[in-house]
């Protein structure tokens, strides 16, 4: 495929107990080394985490800065001729710069959304350490990406034609979108004020493929146990808990719906 989706950024401020978290029932694993830390330090214990194939970004969120899944990524075959189909078709598209500490990508953009982007290409300066090629195959992985839209068909046909990400076959009928880039799928997924009140527009969830959702759960169980400031939190909680598990799970990619430590929604399914 042109574009491989090889990333995901999560904002916290909590990164000990949400690396945790990944690293116990999902097995990822450090791939690069030294993040900065709360007190604004390079911290050389931190680091992204990947499942062998995207890397899971735990950033430090700063003031002014939304907490939760704030942007994803991709590898390409060639970031001129992303450029070139932007340029043609989104003309209004920003691409910019990445700062020269980012391990993965040189360029950040969006989609016509406002849905943030890392572009990475295979040589460019910024991409080093584990993200220069694919890693591993485990048991516990990301298969997909969630946006939610209030116009997921125009939002789908910008990552057709911009990334050559492809329909997966035979998933339809809710209407939502869902694309693939060969191995990781990105549901594009319907938005409105009555289904989603009190939730944004914008990147929703991300999820696991598993071997088995009963030894997961057990997993889960176990970690809170050992560990309850990394416990997962239940997504049907609270007034409108109910309706945004309902609606969480209502994916086509998912079977069960619950959230990380920080409440970044997260599904899983075997």
């Given amino acids: 495929m042109f574009a491989s989706i090889r990333h995901i950024a999560v904002m916290t401020e909590n990164w000990n107990r949400e690396a945790k978290f990944y690293q116990t029932i999902f097995g990822m694993k450090k791939i690069t080394n030294g993040m900065t830390d709360e007190k604004g330090e390079y911290n050389k214990e931190r ?3 990947s499942d062998g194939v995207i890397g899971l970004a735990l ?3 700063q003031p002014g800065f939304k907490a939760g899944f704030d942007h994803f990524g991709f590898a390409v075959e060639s970031v001129d001729l992303v450029r070139e189909r932007i340029k043609q078709s989104y003309p209004e598209i ?3 710069e990445s700062p020269g500490h ?3 990508a040189g360029l950040r953009s969006h989609d016509p959304d406002g849905n943030q982007y890392d572009l990475s290409q295979k040589g460019m300066a910024n991409v080093r350490e584990g993200y220069v090629e694919f890693g591993w195959e485990q048991p516990r992985w990301i298969n997909h990406i969630a946006i939610r839209s209030a116009r997921p068909g125009h939002i789908a046909e910008f990552y057709q034609k911009v990334f050559d990400l492809q329909p997966v076959e035979g998933l339809s009928g809710d209407n939502s979108y869902y694309l693939t880039d060969g191995k990781v799928g990105l549901a594009i997924r319907p938005w409105n004020m009555v289904t989603h009140r009190a939730l ?3 990147l929703e969830h991300f999820g696991f493929k598993v ?3 009963e030894q997961t759960n057990k997993d889960l169980e176990a970690l809170a146990a050992a560990h309850p400031e990394s416990a997962p939190r239940k997504v049907g909680v609270g007034r409108e808990g109910e309706r945004h598990r309902k609606n969480l799970e209502s994916c086509k990619l998912c079977k069960q719906g619950l959230s990380d430590p920080d409440g970044v929604l997260l599904d899983l399914t075997d």
């Fill in 94 to 96: 920003f691409i910019a």
């Fill in 211 to 213: 071997d088995s959702l």
């Fill in 102 to 104: 980012v391990p993965f």
């Fill in 59 to 61: 950033l430090q969120r």
């Fill in 200 to 202: 944004y527009a914008g």
């Fill in 47 to 49: 680091g992204h985490l």
